[in-house]
């Protein structure tokens, strides 16, 4: 069987509209790709059971994994007992030649023994314990090689042999026209039960990339995800969200270096370096810095200044919106803001862009409300540090620093105080 292409594929999916006639011979013919499928995976374990039995593949094991001997020693034992994708083949071509021939091309009978060629491979290589047959009723798909023999789609209608067979399309659905005017590289049929019927639906195997919708744009961020049977925590460099969901990716490693088991029920973290957050907030901002399975401590430790606030307010966020969903009843994955750090909801007055126009009075507070979009208040281009003016306001927690090296924004606290 030819390789297929590596070119990246998608999956469009029709509903098909079927007779009480088409239906026979679909189900007539699964019955049958399921026989062909079964003898084909009967004689490739038969195959393998004899390999097995060899000395050979005892004596190429001892050898190094790299050495040419080895490889050599395997391709033979494969050739002595006929173990190969295109024997299986030539194997399902002699079945065909039966009643089975009459229902099967000889494209879906390479492709339905290449499945089974595969199913007993797993065994072979011990990565699977035994073989299933398919019972009855139970092949419920079959596909061809390509889109010029065998099941194929042409003009908007699955041809199978004599058999023709109407699609239900929706011409005003972008996603399904997006697979009709891209390049199909082959089709395949599948059998869905549902009520005590059969259902049957094309998959068109398309060569590009699927349909993206305008509204799921694709973003450049790292993000880190903790998911639980509960809640999901998303944390990224600009924004985190934390809401309800269902397992639990806890990586239970601070920046710092050190480890620590928590039990599930303890849902806030807080250790001796000064972090104190929700524990999958937490742990979805450390998922940002884990490259090849090891967490990266140092630029964990380096950007958490920034992400501190962010999480923060993405805690109480999701607090107060599930406590007004669900009418003051609040997950308790969720967890419990300490009083030291909730946070006073701003109301932002205006913004401007000279630090000129800022304007505190005596109690402290901001009367215009300003900043946006200053760098580098400190002299050489190091991390941002705050006028003296605003130093008070930001150290008693009524100013929020917003992308830290970018902005600080003045906010009026007092009307939500």
């Not at 094991?61 to 050739?79: C, I, W």
């Not at 995800?225 to 924004?239: C, E, F, N």
């Not at 807080?270 to 940002?288: F, H, P, T, W």
Request: proline content about 4%; hydrophobic content about 35%.
């Amino acid at each position: 069987m030819a390789r297929r292409s590596a070119s990246p594929s998608f999956i469009t999916e029709i509903p098909l509209q079927t007779s009480l006639v088409e239906e026979k011979v679909l189900l007539s013919r699964l019955e049958a790709g399921r026989q062909l499928y079964n003898a084909c995976l009967g004689e490739a374990m038969r195959r393998v059971r004899l390999m097995r039995q060899s000395k050979l593949p005892k004596k190429a094991r001892k050898l190094p994994k790299d050495s040419k001997e080895r490889t050599s020693l395997f391709k033979f034992v494969n050739q002595q007992y006929c173990y190969s994708e295109y024997a299986l083949h030539s194997y399902a071509k002699h079945i065909r030649a039966s009643w089975i021939g009459e229902h099967i091309d000889a494209n879906t009978a390479q492709t339905l023994a290449t499945r089974a060629f595969t199913a007993s491979q797993k065994v072979l290589f011990g990565k699977a314990r035994r073989v299933r047959f398919k019972g009855k009723n139970q092949l419920d798909s079959v596909e061809g090689k390509s889109n010029k023999q065998g099941i194929r789609w042409k003009n908007e209608r699955v041809i199978w042999s004599q058999l023709e067979i109407t699609p239900l399309i929706t011409k005003n659905d972008p996603v399904i026209l997006h697979g009709l005017n891209s390049k199909i590289k082959y089709v395949r049929l599948v059998r869905r039960k549902m009520n005590g019927k059969n259902r049957f639906y094309v998959q068109l195997v398309c060569e590009g990339f699927p349909y993206q919708k305008t509204i799921n744009f694709s973003g450049n961020e790292t993000i880190g995800l903790d998911l639980g049977p509960s809640t999901i925590a998303i944390v990224g460099k600009t924004q985190a969200k934390l809401t309800e969901f269902a397992p639990e990716l806890d990586l239970n490693q601070k920046y710092s270096g050190a480890r620590e088991k928590k039990p599930l029920s303890q849902r806030v973290h807080s250790c001796n370096c000064g972090v104190i957050s929700q524990r999958d907030l937490y742990s979805a901002y450390l998922a940002r810095f884990v490259d090849d399975n090891r967490l990266q401590a140092d630029l964990a430790q380096k950007a958490w200044s920034g992400a501190e606030l962010l999480l923060r307010t993405a805690w109480q966020q999701a607090i107060e919106q599930t406590n007004q969903q669900l009418d003051g009843r609040v997950p308790s994955s969720f967890g419990k803001i300490p009083p030291e750090l909730e946070l006073v909801v701003p109301k932002v007055i205006g913004t401007t862009e000279s630090l000129d126009d800022v304007s505190i009075s005596n109690d402290g507070e901001s009367q215009i409300k300003v900043v946006n979009q200053f760098t580098n208040h400190a002299s050489g281009g190091g991390c941002y540090e705050p006028p003296p003016c605003l130093e008070r306001l930001i150290r008693s927690g009524r100013l929020q620093l917003l992308r830290p090296n970018l902005a600080i924004m003045v906010l009026d606290c007092r009307d939500s105080a």
